[in-house]
């Protein structure tokens, strides 16, 4: 609960006041199943004595992923990062490869890793996704490839996408680290592109501590990538393929299993969640709440708001003052990956064809939700910015 009222500027921890929390509220504390479900899961793993390489517990986390995105194949993993390079390495992409800026930076990292360029693409404004025309103006010789990211968990723009790999004969696969239990067209996410690319880290909406997984419905690129992410053994004593450790251990996928079993309820309170910061900040003028295509599914995980230059505050301004109040908010995903090392000393000029990325990166502010968002949070950080920006009441 929060300490204080915050009604006018004196109320503001920046101005001298307490903070509004004792303890620090973050942006992506993990959603937690019920925990005498997993730890009987972890009871069942101890017992088994098999902790690891393909175990029961991940057999069944990806038979019980797949049935629930309804796609073929699942291959879990370590982490999403090595899902994507895994995918990136099973589709063989090579050269260039066109990525959105506007992303976490491992979509980025996971090229550059396998050398491959990543080539950055701008994004449609309102949608925070890349902008395909755009993509085509980045398209070279070398280009292998087109990264799709489902940003905010909202699905890219996949047909047109498509269109242009089709046209140009490049690979299509999409990062789809935010967008586990999405839709486009009313069809999940997981089954778009030559693969699609999870990430179950603890701060998603549906997590397993750590972990990822590659979804697709190509049996020979699963099967490839099966072997990747297991140093390419084909039974004992025997590498068929080059590879690498991107095992997913049996505690994560138990974790997953204890947690998608909670997984409706905690769209449910994310959704409440988004409707009530959607409606608070509406009377707060010059800043808006990024919406979702009601028709479409979305775990409303990620709560942006976009501080835009006729609010009366910066939105730096805001973000300072929602921490001192011990509610540490988040620029996501600021200051873009073109802006970031290696790529900004490798590609300086990049910004010059990122127009919107660059505005976006300067407004978006991302606020806490989940099923253990404290209560009083929406109303405190809805306070904050109000008085921020002087609206009266
Ligand atoms: N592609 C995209 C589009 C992605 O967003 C991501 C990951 C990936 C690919 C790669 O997937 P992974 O390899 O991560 O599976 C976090 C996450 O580490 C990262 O998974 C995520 N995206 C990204 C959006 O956010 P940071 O640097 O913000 O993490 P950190 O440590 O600051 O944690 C965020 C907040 O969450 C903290 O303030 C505290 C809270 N937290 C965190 C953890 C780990 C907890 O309360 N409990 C916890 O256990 O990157």
Excluded at 63 to 87: D, F, Y
Excluded at 216 to 237: H, I, P, Q, V
Aim: net charge neutral; charged share 20%; aromatic share 8%.
């Amino acid at each position: 609960m929060p300490l204080k009222a915050i009604r006018s500027k004196a109320d503001l921890a920046i101005n001298g006041a307490p903070p509004a929390f004792k303890v620090p509220l973050h942006v992506g504390r993990p959603n937690i199943g019920d925990r005498a479900t997993f730890l009987q899961k972890v009871n069942q793993i101890l017992d088994n004595q098999w902790l690891t390489n393909n175990g029961p517990m991940v057999q069944e986390f990806e038979a019980r992923v797949a049935e629930h995105l309804g796609v073929k194949h699942c291959v879990a993993m370590c982490n999403g990062t090595i899902a994507l390079e895994i995918a990136i390495c099973a589709l063989g992409l090579e050269g260039e490869v066109i990525v959105p800026s506007w992303t976490f930076i491992a979509t980025a990292h996971a090229l550059y890793w396998q050398g491959i360029t990543p080539v950055f693409a701008d994004i449609d404004p309102a949608t925070h996704n890349l902008d395909p025309n755009a993509v085509r103006r980045m398209i070279t010789p070398r280009t292998t490839g087109i990264i799709g990211v489902h940003l905010w968990g909202r699905a890219a723009p996949i047909d047109e996408l498509q269109a242009i790999a089709d046209e140009h004969g490049l690979k299509l696969m999409f990062d789809a680290a935010h967008a586990f239990g999405s839709t486009y067209k009313s069809q999940s996410i997981g089954r778009f592109g030559s693969c699609e690319v999870l990430s179950f880290h603890a701060t998603k909406a549906f997590n397993t501590m750590e972990g990822g997984a590659v979804v697709t419905n190509d049996d020979e690129s699963a099967e490839t990538m099966r072997l990747m992410r297991n140093f390419g053994f084909k039974g004992y004593d025997n590498v068929i393929h080059p590879g690498t450790n991107g095992k997913m251990i049996e505690v994560c996928a138990a974790m997953g299993l204890a947690n998608l079993e909670a997984l409706d309820n905690v769209i449910a309170i994310n959704r409440r969640n988004h409707a009530a910061y959607t409606k608070a900040f509406a009377a707060i003028p010059g800043i808006s709440v990024l919406t979702y295509d009601p028709t479409e599914r979305n775990s409303y995980h990620y709560v942006v708001i976009e501080v835009h230059e006729s609010c009366k505050t910066s939105r730096d301004q805001i973000v300072a003052a929602l921490h001192a109040e011990n509610i540490l908010v988040r620029k996501y995903f600021w200051p873009g990956a073109h802006r970031m090392q290696p790529y900004r000393d490798l590609f300086p000029n990049a910004g010059l064809m990122l127009e919107h990325s660059r505005a976006v990166a300067d407004r978006v502010v991302v606020l806490p939700n989940g099923a253990s968002l404290a209560a009083g949070a929406i109303e405190n950080i809805v306070a904050v910015c109000r008085v921020l920006g002087d609206v009266r009441l």
